[in-house]
């Protein structure tokens, strides 16, 4: 049974940073493309970033550019999000999914919410 | 970026009804067009690949169609469990981008 087990969230200043950790499993996690999405309280679901099987390849949203970062560690099988400069408008629940051909969205976490409040 | 219009943003059916729900393009997308559904309080789950390839472990009920700039997805006969948002998502390019979605609700 495929499972994705997200952590690390919680209430953020602004301007401060927070990395979020996606566990994996059930599945081979370094054949896949993986993605986090999110959903601000009451609001639609955004794109954010994928990563490529291996890693070689990033993509991002305008929004998050050079403030967030997608990393991956197949050894360990976890994805990770790591947010820099948060602004308030980042608040959300944050979903890691499986993103094959990085077309739909297969497998989801049950997500973890980011607060940026001061 | 391609913008995802869903229409109507609120569906009030009766169970049993057979409804469709509107997704259109602001370019053409070939058929690279998914369908989810959201209960609340839940991850979202993919119903639809492909504007009409259908999903492992996804009721028949559940249908796609389209190509280019529209595309829909039909619910035939609307069963309890059916009710809650609906997200259409463009895989066509970079950004990926969904609708706002439509809130199916009981009459």
């Known amino acids: 049974e495929v499972q994705l087990v997200e952590s690390g969230g919680g209430l953020v200043q602004p301007g401060r940073s927070l990395k979020l950790s996606c566990a994996a499993s059930g599945f081979t996690f370094s054949d896949y493309n993986m993605a986090w999405v999110r959903q601000a309280p009451k609001k639609g679901l955004e794109w954010v970033a994928t990563?490529?099987?291996?890693?070689?390849?990033?993509y991002y949203r305008d929004s998050v550019k050079g403030r967030f970062t997608i990393s991956r560690d197949n050894a360990k099988s976890t994805l990770y999000l790591q947010m820099d400069s948060l602004r308030s408008e980042d608040t959300a629940t944050y979903y890691c999914?499986?993103?094959?051909?990085?077309?739909?969205?297969?497998?989801w976490g049950q997500g973890v919410m980011v607060t940026v409040s001061s | 970026d391609i913008m995802l219009t869903q229409s109507p943003a609120t569906l009030s059916v009766t169970p049993g009804e057979s409804i469709s729900l509107s997704c259109r393009a602001s370019q053409s997308i070939s058929t690279n067009l998914h369908w989810y559904q959201q209960k609340p309080n839940e991850s979202p789950r993919v119903l639809i690949k492909?504007?009409?390839q259908t999903i492992s472990g996804i009721p028949s009920r559940f249908s796609g169609s389209g190509s280019g700039t529209d595309f829909t997805l039909n619910i035939n006969r609307v069963e309890p469990e059916d009710f809650s948002v609906y997200y259409c998502q463009q895989s066509n390019s970079w950004p990926l981008t969904f609708g706002s979605g439509t809130k199916l609700e009981i009459k």
């Open positions: 999914a499986t993103h094959p051909l990085g077309a739909r969205f297969d497998y």
């Open positions: 990563i490529i099987y291996d890693g070689s390849r990033t």
């Open positions: 492909y504007a009409s």
